[in-house]
């Protein structure tokens, strides 16, 4: 049977072989998210500390249940005291607390604490951010390209995998995580540009700026989730570096001279999305890729049950894809009818 670290082998550094704590799930409900706009953590607990992204590193993941933090914390700080370096606060992500700032400005983040009174420890999301993944849309539909574009784009995807299917062939961890770095671009760029056309144009966006930059965020969260499973190497980040200088400006550039086209070349990425994500659950399912626990970030993101594992955060990334797929084939529709993105509501949530 092949781990997950084989799974990764040579390209990623996976963290297969480090277990994975986690505690209760979030279930947040309406009055829990808005019980913890109101609650503030008076004294919340010093959580673990965090690893930073460089140099490559070499310390446990940040795979702490946000209840597990308050034990965890306790031994920093008892470390901490011995060390005498008391008083510091762990920083990063994963960890609310930070190292105080003294401001003349008066900003201070709220702190928020789930129902069961333990602190909310994420920086990078809020509470009201999380979601429940919809896992019951069509992962099978696909849009038949008629038009020369149309076949362009389809064209430049299937060439595009071609030699991603060469790179990391069946090792679906570290494919998914490298191609996540990419996957987050589009809709950064497309909401920049409307953005930018908002205010030249002194019109509104009906709401795609928010849906497109949404679509952006969700995509850096699974970024931010395979992180927690696999490490990439000094020459991946380099190759990453390379890939996104490209792809930003080639994107920028066809937004720029044809949305439509841009937009349905998401809509078949995600198509392509859907189908590595099918691949990595069948070797979940085969034991090629051990099925681990999830890790506390993406319980807390998605919703999902205590004793999830990464079977389930791979069903509702997938699940996210197929909802990117469908907002930018529809995106790329709207411009075919003629029309422009402000004349028809944005799909915002949808992810
Ligand atoms: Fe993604
Ligand atoms: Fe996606």
Not at 19 to 48: E, F, K, N, V, Y
């Amino acid at each position: 049977m092949m781990s997950s670290r084989l799974a990764g082998t040579a390209l990623c550094r996976p963290l297969s072989h480090v277990p994975l704590p986690h505690g209760p799930a979030l279930r947040p409900t309406a009055d829990m998210i808005t019980s913890s706009l109101l609650h503030r953590c008076p004294a919340a607990p010093a959580p673990p500390q965090t690893a930073s992204l460089w140099p490559p590193r070499f310390s446990l993941p940040r795979c702490a249940s946000t209840l597990s933090a308050p034990a965890q914390a306790s031994e920093e700080e008892k470390a901490a005291k011995k060390a005498g370096t008391a008083g510091k606060v762990p920083q990063g992500e994963g960890s609310a607390q930070q190292e105080a700032v003294v401001s003349y400005w008066g900003v201070s983040p709220s702190r928020l604490v789930k129902d069961d009174g333990s602190e909310w420890r994420w920086t990078c999301f809020k509470p009201w951010e999380t979601y429940q993944a919809d896992l019951s849309i069509d992962l099978q539909k696909h849009h038949a390209p008629t038009t020369f574009l149309d076949k362009l784009a389809l064209r430049t995807v299937k060439a595009l995998r071609w030699p991603t299917d060469i790179f990391f062939q069946r090792r679906y961890a570290c494919r998914a995580m490298m191609l996540e770095t990419v996957a987050a671009v589009p809709g950064m760029v497309g909401g920049v540009l409307l953005h930018l056309k908002s205010l030249r144009r002194f019109e509104h966006s009906g709401g795609w700026i928010k849906a497109l930059l949404e679509e952006a965020e969700n995509e850096r969260m699974h970024l931010m989730t395979f992180m927690e499973v696999a490490q990439p190497r000094w020459y991946e980040r380099a190759l990453v570096l390379a890939v996104q200088g490209v792809f930003f400006n080639a994107y920028f550039l066809g937004y720029l001279l044809s949305p439509k086209f841009a937009h349905r070349v998401v809509g078949y990425l995600e198509e392509e999305a859907i189908h590595s994500y099918t691949e990595f659950l069948k070797d979940i399912d085969r034991g090629a890729i051990e099925d681990l626990p999830a890790p506390a970030i993406a319980l807390d993101y998605w919703r999902l049950p205590q004793g999830s594992t990464l079977r389930d955060v791979v069903m509702v990334i997938r699940a996210d894809e197929a909802h990117h797929r469908d907002v930018n084939h529809f995106a790329s529709d709207i411009h075919y009818q003629g029309l422009e993105l402000k004349t028809t509501p944005a799909p915002l949530g949808y992810h």
